[in-house]
Nanobody, 126 residues
């Protein structure tokens, strides 16, 4: 069982930056692939970024590639999402997700993840 708590959301102007954090409970964090998803009002939850348990493999949605960076610190049981050059269309609730893996792989589909945080609101003003 893993519990996830996101933080770092807020209100920022277009072009600004935010760093989201997701703190995980449990002793086996390093065995979990971690992902960030987001959901805007009236829209489906969509994939943003993912990182394998070693940190060697990352994957991004085309909409955030080159602007967002996912990273993890297994010693701190934490995954991060650095968001730069934010746009109004990045406004959403951002969710952290985890799934235990045997292999050092990536997961990009929300149904692959077993554990979810409560979300943190990111609002980008124009």
């Amino acid at each position: 069982q893993v519990q996830l708590v996101e933080s770092g959301g807020g209100l920022v102007q277009a072009g600004g930056s935010l760093r989201l954090s997701c703190a995980a409970s449990g002793r086996t964090f390093s065995s979990y692939v971690m992902g960030w998803f987001r959901q805007a009002p009236g829209k489906e939850r969509e994939f943003v970024a993912a990182i394998s348990w070693s940190g060697r493999n990352t994957y991004y949605a085309d909409s955030v590639k080159g602007r967002f960076t996912i990273s993890r610190d297994n010693a701190k049981n934490t995954v991060y999402l650095q968001m730069n050059s934010l746009k109004p269309e990045d406004t959403a609730v951002y969710y952290c997700a985890a799934d235990r893996r045997v292999m050092d792989t990536i997961a990009t589909v929300k149904y692959e993840y077993d554990y979810w945080g409560q979300g943190t609101q990111v609002t980008v003003s124009s």
